[in-house]
């Protein structure tokens, strides 16, 4: 077997500039996809409130039940039948930001219900109303729960964004498929891309577990 | 006789369909010591949670510090009941401390939130509490590294730290291991020397006998007897009395094989 893995270090400056734009879009998508994760995990725990409840559970089920590619494809080449032009770019972060926040919010609800009945009942037999309960004392709790379900979805997301290149937006993968197209090494061009991605899951789930330590210091759940 | 601080007439409450608490009628004056008791499942822990509004209850009206919880089988408002709660002060059988908070702030957290205490206000007082139980050398660390009995105290000065009209206690020694389970009830007849008005759900009889005013025995969800120690102890009243004082006394009491 040959390797030349000249066309890589020929076009590294590409290459960098397309993690960068991953990086961007990737960590857009991930505080949008947390925010509206949360909104959507709170929105779900008490079935009682039925609208609110039922219009987050038809959003997870529509999102979490179809593919992200037709989604991105949705928002890029659907929306302006109505007259709405977003960016690629924008349509990038939507489309995985609105993807990762059905994952998120079932990790959001799921660690909220884990943290004892009694922590709840102990905020408000101090008298705190429900929601500054909530904000106090439960949702601590909860985040330090979510890390480790949430590095995964990090992770996922981290991946997934390699779908947005076919959005013509020029992140890491879109750079090194312009390398193939003029070098045909594809084998050495999507190693170097497979290599910028694992480094940048490995990033992550480091920091990830760093602060999962410290938060977790001297029995604090 | 002054207002009752707690005032209860034909509470009902029912699980589905299994009633737990039958038209109950009591009141707590004052400074005064209930101690209640019963055998498991009797309503016990219920009835201490419609006090402050932890159970909802279907029938009858209960009063507490002035705010009246539920009327006529209605609840009062969620609202309202936050003000009720924060004169109400709750020890719960498996503590509660929050884990993410030291023990210093544990206890500042309502009173900061709720009372609009400085920081430096709710930490004086909290450290003065802490001193209170014995614990102002663990005001900076986290609960996680507590014992039970350390715990248990850390909670009852959390929940002085709003300055409540009365304390009730869940089966607070009921989760520590033996030899700890003095110095919480230690605390607790401190509390009580000092006039604290206190309802206490418990199985220490001893602490019963020596502490309460008034003790209260429940069984499927009804006050069967309630009477100062003294009788209740010595001259019970009710044959239901009996037996459950015979089956628990004569634990205490069997010989070690």
Redesign the interface.
């Known amino acids: 077997m040959n390797l030349d893995f000249s066309p890589v270090w020929e076009g590294w400056r590409a290459l960098a500039s397309g993690t960068l734009i991953t990086i961007e879009i990737t960590a857009s998508a991930l505080v949008l996809g947390c925010l509206l994760g949360l909104l959507i995990g709170l929105g779900r725990l008490n079935p009682k409130r039925t609208v609110i409840y039922g219009l987050c559970t038809t959003y997870l089920t529509l999102i979490r039940g179809t593919p992200l590619l037709v989604q991105l494809f949705i928002l890029f080449f659907g929306l302006p039948h109505f007259g709405i032009q977003l960016p690629a770019y924008m349509c990038g972060i939507f489309g995985l930001g609105i993807y990762s926040a059905a994952y998120v919010s079932e990790i959001v609800r799921g660690s909220i219900q884990s943290v004892e009945k009694g922590q709840m009942e102990a905020a408000r037999s101090l008298g705190l109303p429900h929601k500054l309960a909530m904000r106090k004392v439960i949702l601590p709790q909860a985040f330090v729960r979510m890390i480790p379900a949430l590095g995964n979805e990090f992770i996922a997301l981290i991946k997934n964004s390699a779908l947005v290149s076919l959005l013509t937006i020029a992140d890491v993968m879109h750079e090194g498929e312009k390398i193939i197209s003029v070098s045909y090494r594809s084998l050495e061009v999507y190693l170097a891309i497979a290599f910028i991605y694992l480094m940048l899951t490995s990033i992550t789930t480091l920091i990830l577990r760093r602060t999962e330590k410290v938060l977790r210091a001297d029995g604090r759940v | 006789m002054g207002a009752a601080i707690i005032d209860i007439q034909n509470l009902s409450k029912s699980f589905g369909n299994h009633q737990v608490l039958h038209d109950i009628t009591f009141s707590v004056q004052a400074s005064q010591v209930i101690v209640v008791i019963g055998p498991s499942g009797s309503g016990k822990s219920t009835f201490l949670r419609c006090m402050?509004g932890?159970e909802t209850a279907e029938g009858g009206t209960l009063r507490a510090c002035g705010h009246t919880v539920v009327e006529q089988g209605r609840m009062m408002s969620?609202?309202n009941l936050?003000?009720?709660?924060?004169?109400?002060?709750?020890v719960?059988q498996?503590f509660?401390?929050?884990?993410?908070l030291n023990v210093l702030h544990n206890i500042t957290?309502?009173p900061m939130?709720?009372r609009g205490k400085s920081r430096q206000e709710a930490e004086e007082h909290g450290l003065r509490l802490l001193d209170k139980v014995g614990l102002k050398h663990k005001a900076q660390?986290?609960?996680?590294?507590l014992s039970g009995g350390q715990k248990q105290r850390v909670?009852i000065a959390?929940?002085l730290a709003?300055e409540p009209k009365v304390m009730l206690f869940d089966e607070p020694t009921s989760a520590l291991d033996p030899e700890l389970v003095g110095e919480v009830l230690q605390v607790m007849k401190t509390l009580a020397n000092e006039g604290m008005t206190m309802v206490i759900v418990t199985h220490e009889m001893g602490f019963a006998r020596e502490v309460a005013d008034v003790v209260v025995v429940m069984d499927q969800g009804a006050i069967v007897e309630a009477a100062p120690p003294a009788q209740l102890f010595t001259a019970p009243q009710e044959a239901r009395t009996r037996r459950f004082l015979q089956n628990v006394l004569s634990r205490d009491a069997a010989p070690v094989l």
Not at chain 2, 96 to 100: I, K, S, V
């Open positions: 402050n932890l969620e609202k936050d003000a009720l709660r924060s004169e109400v002060g709750m719960f498996s509660n401390l929050f884990p993410h957290l309502a939130a709720l660390v986290f609960p996680g590294t909670a959390r929940a709003m």
